[in-house]
């Protein structure tokens, strides 16, 4: 059985610093994604990371995989506050998602 | 890009009732059809995955009776909560696959049973 781990599960910083979600997984897999949710709201699909050291960025985030540690990580820098969010983490297994815990993150100025 | 309406966006109703849940690709043809259950604080959790045409597969724990799912269409896939009770109270997701839009999420809908 495939099992996602994310962490950390809750994490408070501060604008301008920079940190990293881990989203580790227990099986092979040949597609993780990232996704964002904002309270009361659906998904924000992020990223998608396909293959082997595929890294993708979009702003102050950037997404990398590591297919043979089973490891992909999301990394922000230079935080802002807009960044505050849950972010979810999913590995597919046989055209189904798997998900991680989630990481709330909050941003404070 | 791809987008799944989902609606309504939010409904309150009577115990014992039953409400119904659409979501409906608007520019793709979904192959399958998830439908989500998320809980305060939590993550997703999956109730149910449906192929066009074909029944439901509905994980374990989850009573078929209750959370009715029909995907008539490609484009075109209801939950209906039968019966609904106040531990029934959840926001709930659709997502819809093709092979070529990947997944793509509905914009969920906040049930409250009162």
């Known amino acids: 059985e495939l099992k996602v781990e994310q962490n950390p599960l809750f994490l408070s910083m501060q604008e301008g610093k920079n940190y990293t979600i881990y989203c580790n997984y227990s099986?092979?897999?040949?597609?993780l994604y990232w996704y964002r949710q904002d309270p009361g709201k659906s998904l924000e699909s992020l990223f998608v990371?396909?293959?082997n050291g595929a890294v993708k960025q979009e702003g102050r985030l950037m997404a990398s995989l590591d297919t043979k540690a089973r490891l992909s990580t999301l990394h922000i820098t230079a935080a802002v506050h807009d960044l505050s969010a849950t972010y979810f983490c999913?590995?597919?297994?046989?055209?189904?998602?798997?998900w991680g815990a989630g990481t709330k993150l909050i941003i404070k100025p | 890009g791809a987008v799944v309406s989902q609606h309504p966006s939010w409904v309150i109703c009577k115990s014992g009732t039953s409400v119904k849940i659409e979501c409906r690709s608007l520019?793709?043809?979904?192959?399958?059809m998830f439908w989500y259950r998320q809980f305060p604080k939590q993550s997703l959790m999956l109730m149910a995955t449906?192929?066009?045409?074909?029944?439901?597969?509905?994980e374990q724990g989850v009573e078929k009776d209750k959370f009715l799912i029909n995907h008539a269409s490609l484009t075109l896939s209801t939950l209906t909560v039968t019966s609904a009770h106040p531990e029934d109270s959840s926001f709930y997701i659709c997502?819809?696959?093709?092979?070529?839009?990947?997944?793509?999420f509905g914009s969920g809908t906040r049930l409250t049973v009162v």
């Open positions: 999913a590995v597919d297994s046989n055209y189904q998602l798997i």
């Open positions: 520019d793709f043809q979904a192959t399958t």
């Open positions: 099986t092979t897999s040949d597609r």
């Open positions: 449906s192929n066009e045409g074909s029944k439901a597969t509905y």
């Open positions: 997502s819809a696959y093709s092979g070529v839009m990947d997944y793509t």
């Open positions: 990371l396909l293959s």
